[in-house]
């Protein structure tokens, strides 16, 4: 009865059994890491392009919306008569510009390297409004402007006697990264090899296009004739191509999203 | 050896548990971690959507109130409420109300959810304490039928510079008891026109009042937002020193060889707008011209035997054709193809030339009149019995003699008016007003003055009656075409 029972008890798989158990349990495991694996891969991939995407959403959001408040208040706002207010608590346009700002010289506005404005420019806009108008300390710039891969954000003071392009230089904080507009020639290559469709003409891409009023309606700045001016500015179109931080960890390309925005000043400059 | 075996046999079972546990821990923690993750994705994405749901609702708000605010709109408040003649006082509110399901929205109320606390900030007085009147949004309780925009309520009131925080007239202090007034002939401490809002118990007569417009809107989460219009009542504005003017140089005219064809400048004893000391301009020149070779042209386009010239009176002797002074924007080009851009941008109806007169708006009526724009060429005929309102042609405007406008019409871009044999008696009750702005290619003409104006009306037999001046009708084809934006911003909360 002892050694039956010993038998019973002591009863196991063979060599081979367990052998085979342990080749179809790692098997089993192999696949199930391997996917395991490939689901972690995607997620850290669509999680970067979706935090890509996210920064870049509300960037461009902030903007469109600092476009539609632009010209807050506008000098029209004033009566100059019997007093004159001073100039800093008003805005005389929607967008600031350099050179000629001091000297009421508006500059013409290009596209790729034309014009005469530095800015605004394809990849550089100064918005004027006053932000916190419970505030008596006037109008602010806020100026964004993309240098490298690093779309940038400023905010001064409107200041009387001063340049609004080096006021607003002095304070650039870090707003969106990996902004891929405006890279180079190789670089629009090696993206336009993933996305045929994006950089037409395998050219950058402005962040900024902007429209201005003219008695047929409104037209593209450059395009406006006697009416381009940042003065006339009245629609900004915003397009930013942002890049995830690394590549597709499957296919090893880089992922690329395009997003597109457009302010629409509602304070007329009359 | 019995010993030995139970106590092996315990320690196994105590590995298996372990290995369960240690298992179920890890599981655990990465649906934790993903959890936590997609958690705070959806967080994100959330706090997004709600921040730019309420700015487009609150928008939406704005706009319903600025739309309804224009007495040809379908949802007019109506003249009971508000009216664009009128000055709405101070110290009077109008709030849109715009309830979705199981909402109890009262904005005046204190310690009601949707309270409107930004009036009190604005005014320094309660909003109760304010004269105020509800109306119902056109969304109020889902009506259409699909969900509307998530504003809650709109306010429309009177506007002051502490209502605005903004010093208007510089002068240090923020004015609390005077109404706001958008004047656009202001003129500046230089001297130049300044077009802009003032201060002025006794605002000038081109002086429209500025309305504040105030939005709020709110989301189930508690997510505000308050958006505010500034906005003013804009028509074009118009006076007419004549009823009939040739606005260029070098004008060409031609009236029919006919007794019964007159242009007068002295109203139709029927229409009791007129009065000498009345609003529009009264009594004035039958034809006016901006310079004085035009009043040779013109009369030497008059048939002169049997002599007709005695059909044209007006002010002055007969007949009454005069050197006239335009307003500024009528003189040059930039100025009239500005007033023409503007009526474009503001028309009831703007219709693609050629056209006709079954081309214009059915719902045109003697109590609905209208303001069309003709973008090219435009024929009047007699298949309706008159038009009513502002007509604007930029084409060539042929008109047949039996056809009958009460209004204004506008002549502006090809600057050409003719006419054409269709029955008799058809009359131009009101303004007219013909200016070359456009060459034969259709560009705008360098300026600054506009080209020859043309009237050519040759018929001798089935004649209109012509043109006869109509106070009246002036001012009604001059209801305000929209509610101009003025300024547009956030509202801190």
Redesign the interface.
Known sequence: MKRAHQTRCEQGFSLIEMMIAAVIFILLCSAAFALLSLAQQRYQTESQVLNSFQEARFGLDEMVRDVNGSAYPSQNMFSFNPNVPAKNLYAITPVAWDPGYLSSSPCLIGTGGGGTCTTPGDFDLIVERDVDYWHTDGVEWTRYRLQGNILSRSQTYKVVSADPETTTALSFVPYVQNVMNNVSSAQIAAFQAVYPNMFPGGNPVPVFNYFCYTPFGTQQCASAGSYNSPLNITDVEITLIVMAPTKDAQTGQVRLIELHGRGHSLNPIQ | MKKDRKTHRSSEDGIALLIAIFVLLLISVVAIALLV?SGT?TA??VN?RT??TV?YAAIAGLEEARGRLLPKNPNYFGASYISPTTTFPLGQTIYVINRGSGDNIVPWDSSNTYYDNEYQTEFGTAASSASWQSVNSVWDNNIQGIPGPMFKWVRINAATEQS????????GSYNNSTPIFYDPA????SGNP??????NMSPPSSAVQALEITALAALPNGTQKILQ??VAPVSVNLTFPAALILDGYSDVFNSPDHSAWVVQGSSDGGDGACAPSGPVPYPVHAVGVPDNPDVGNVMSGIPSSPNESVNFTGTGSTPSIARVTLATSLQTV?GL??IA?TIIQNADAVIAGPATEADLPSAMSSANPMTVAVQGDFSLGTSIPAGYGLLLVTGNFTYASGSNWNGIVLVIGKGTMTTSENGAGGTFNGATLIAQTLDSSGN?LPGPHPGPATFNDTLSGSVGRGFVYNCGWIQRAQAPLTY???????I?Q
Do not use: C, M
């Open positions: 993750s994705e994100l994405g997004y921040s730019s700015y605005l925080f903004l010093q208007v007239n510089a002068s202001h003129i500046n401490t300044w077009p802009s809002l003032i201060v219009y500034l930039q193809n500005q851009q705008l101009k934006i003025l300024s547009f911003h956030e801190r």
